[in-house]
């Protein structure tokens, strides 16, 4: 089976969308991921246009692993 992998994919509101859903049922799961406590979507979305803006101006970086469902990725800082 070949995986091919996407560095930077485009910022589409489905993919924000996806990211933010990770992001709040991992913290929810109790992942360290810069919340404490249960959180919502309407407190981890300004979070994921951040790192919109910043993979946008090149700052840091996206790269979502293939799947199907489109529901897993990860943020990689940019140093």
Partial sequence: MDLT?????????????RLTR??????????AVG????????DVRPGV???AESIAAGRHRLLP?????GSIMTV???A
């Fill in 5 to 17: 992998y996407r560095l930077d994919p485009e910022l589409t509101p489905g993919l924000l969308d």
């Fill in 22 to 31: 990770l992001w709040v049922d991992v913290n929810n799961a109790g992942g």
């Fill in 35 to 42: 919340f404490v406590g249960t959180t919502s979507y309407e």
């Fill in 49 to 51: 246009d951040g790192y």
């Fill in 65 to 69: 692993p293939p799947c199907s469902s």
């Fill in 76 to 78: 990689q800082s940019q």
